[in-house]
Each structure stands twice: as C-alpha cells, then as structure tokens.
Nanobody, 125 residues
Framework: VDVVESGGGLVQAGGSLRLTCVAS????????MGWFRQAPGKEREFVAATDWSGGSTYYADSAKGRFSISRENTRNTVSLQMNDLEPEDSGVYFCAAGRPWNSEDHTRDGGYNYWGQGTRVTISS
C-alpha cells in the first residue's frame, strides 16, 4: 500500500487546514488509517485515527474538539480537517495505513505498516 499526503501549508493561528491522504491498492477498506505528526526536535506523535469502516475514530487529547478525521473507502482517501490551529500544531504530518490489533494500537505508530512521506504544516502566531 502506498500512501500520499497533501494539503499542508502555512496558515495563521486560528485558521484551518484540510489534509488528505490517498492510498493505492484495492484493499484500502481493510486498513485502519492514522495521522501522526512530528515537530522539529521531537518524536513523532499520534494525532487521529479511524478504523477500517470509519465507524470508530480516535484522537489525541490535543486534537479533540478541533480536528476531525474521515474516510471515503470508495475513493481510497482519508482526510484530517484541522480547525482553530495553534503554533504547537506545526510539524510534518504523516498518513499511515495498518491493521492495529485493538483500540489502543490505533494510537500507536507500531500499529501501522505503511507510511507516507509527510506534508508540512506551519502555523504562524
């Protein structure tokens, strides 16, 4: 499975961005999809994830109430709508596909096997 992210950019604090990830392959609906981010000098961290159907979603505490993840299995896409952005949201955002074992595994990068190259998000204050 190849995944490609898009939609990053530079916005002011309080603004919004929508990231999109397109995955190749006919088995997209079999995979959970996650978004992770990495700020300079920091470890990669979980942001949001959805199970294979989109029926279950998971969010980091920092994302709850501001970010929304959704997927369209017919189009092999998963999106991350990010509102009320803060400078602390800056970083490279990665999309990942995998088959996590359980709910907790959806929030861990070890639950994912396929990763994109990332798209950069910069929030100015």
């Amino acid at each position: 499975v190849d995944v490609v992210e898009s939609g990053g950019g530079l916005v002011q604090a309080g603004g919004s961005l929508r990231l999109t990830c397109v995955a190749s392959g006919s088995s997209f609906s079999a995979y959970a999809m996650g978004w992770f981010r990495q700020a300079p000098g920091k470890e990669r961290e979980f942001v949001a994830a959805t199970d294979w159907s989109g029926g279950s979603t998971y969010y980091a505490d920092s994302a709850k109430g501001r970010f929304s993840i959704s997927r369209e299995n017919t189009r092999n896409t998963v999106s991350l709508q990010m509102n009320d952005l803060e400078p602390e949201d800056s970083g490279v955002y990665f999309c990942a596909a995998g088959r996590p074992w359980n709910s907790e595994d959806h929030t861990r990068d070890g639950g994912y096997n396929y990763w994109g190259q990332g798209t950069r998000v910069t929030i100015s204050s």
